[in-house]
């Protein structure tokens, strides 16, 4: 008999789980065995919709139920019948269900990432991000161990980075499994190496130009780039796991960076701190690197005599009595 439509089951992650082909109208849906589409949902009635044929399409007519039916987001008022758009997604208890009619224009066909190719195409750029992070990673140790550490602390010092990243990237591929059916571990890794280190790097670079050329600024930008580079990669990860919603991911990701950042921003301000980053210089590296000129005490004084504005309005005109009583009380 002739396909005039087909019903599918979908599940939680858009993909069909049971497929109904429909060759005569009205079709009848709920959980009696004398419906024409069985669903094993307790949240759906014996008879909780019909779908009938009409003039200008395929409508819906709700049956009395609990839980009604929704048609996308919409809830469907008892009583009406409303049409039914192309490829149109409808909630039936806890089931979802898409109705597609014959001689619907399908949606262009979607390229499929083949992840083994991607895995081989990244592999000796992993080997190198590999290497290099742990070149990075003990170089890091070095710099920071004070002298007489145990062996077992750094070597604990040393993995735990590693080990934690292991951990994150093998969490991701679980994911892919769940969601792409993909044990996708070395593609999470690559991710995660790759915007690390330009996110860890590019801190550290900007702080040693900062320094150099004794222009601040630079370091706070250091400090940008490392929260782009970090939602980036949170960005890239959740490609893996629904290659179709890439674009609502990456809105929602920049909007909690967003919100996240301007909330900071505030909190900074009102607590009279910089609005990005330290007040002042954290790195100092070798004098030879340093090509910014000295500045006199004098002319740092001269640039300093602005200041005196803004702090006479933050002092208060109490505080030197208040501490004279202190040191009165002391006495």
Same mark, same amino acid.
């Given at each position: 008999?002739?396909?005039? !439509? ?5 599940d ?6 049971q ?11 709920? /959980? ?17 919709? @019909?779908?009938?044929? /009409?003039?200008?399409g395929?409508?819906? %007519?709700?049956a ?10 919409? !809830?469907? !008022? ?18 979802t ?8 224009v399908?949606a262009?066909?979607?390229r ?7 895995? /081989?195409?990244h ?17 890091s140790l ?7 550490a145990q ?8 993995l ?6 292991i951990?994150?990237?093998a ?10 059916r ?10 995660a190496?790759?915007w ?6 590019? %801190? ?5 130009v900062?320094? !150099? ?13 490392f ?19 890439r ?13 996240s ?14 609005l ?6 954290? @790195? ?5 690197? /340093?090509?910014a ?11 300093a ?19 004279? %009583? ?6």
């Open positions: 008999m002739e396909t005039l !439509a087909l019903i599918e089951t979908l939680r992650d858009g993909q069909p789980r497929v109904l082909r429909v060759s005569q109208w009205p079709v009848r849906i709920g /959980r009696a065995i004398d419906c024409d589409l069985v669903l094993d949902d307790p949240h759906v009635a014996a008879h909780h919709a @019909t779908l009938a044929l /009409r003039e200008d395929v409508h819906v %007519e709700p009395a139920s609990v839980n009604g039916v929704r048609l996308g987001r919409a !809830a469907i !008022a008892p009583g009406s019948t409303p049409l039914l758009p192309a490829s149109s997604v409808m909630t039936l208890g806890a089931t269900l898409r109705v597609r009619l014959a001689g619907e399908l262009p066909e979607q499929l990432l083949d992840l083994l190719q991607y895995e /081989r195409r592999a000796v750029t992993l080997m190198g991000l590999i290497l290099f992070a742990a070149v990075w990673q003990g170089f070095w710099l920071s161990t004070v002298p007489g062996g077992t602390a750094l070597t604990w010092n040393y735990s980075a590693p080990l934690g990243l951990i994150w990237c969490l991701w591929a679980i994911g892919s499994m769940l969601f792409q993909r044990f996708a571990f070395w593609a999470h890794l690559y991710i190496l790759k690390l280190l330009i996110a860890i790097v590019t %801190e550290a670079a900007t702080a040693q900062a320094f !150099a050329l004794s222009m601040p600024w630079i370091e706070k930008l250091g400090r940008i780039v929260v782009g580079a970090i939602a980036m990669m949170m960005w890239r990860h959740m490609g893996l796991l629904l290659p179709t919603r674009r609502a991911v990456g809105i929602a990701i920049g909007s909690a960076v967003a919100v950042s301007g909330l900071l921003l505030i909190d900074r301000s009102m607590q009279q701190q910089p990005i980053g330290d007040l002042y210089l954290g @790195t100092i590296s070798l004098p030879g690197v /340093r090509l000129k000295p500045v006199s005490s004098d002319a740092f004084v001269k640039s005599a602005p200041l005196e504005k803004t702090l006479a309005k933050w002092a208060k005109p109490g505080d030197d009595d208040d501490d004279e %009583e202190g040191g009165g009380d002391d006495d």
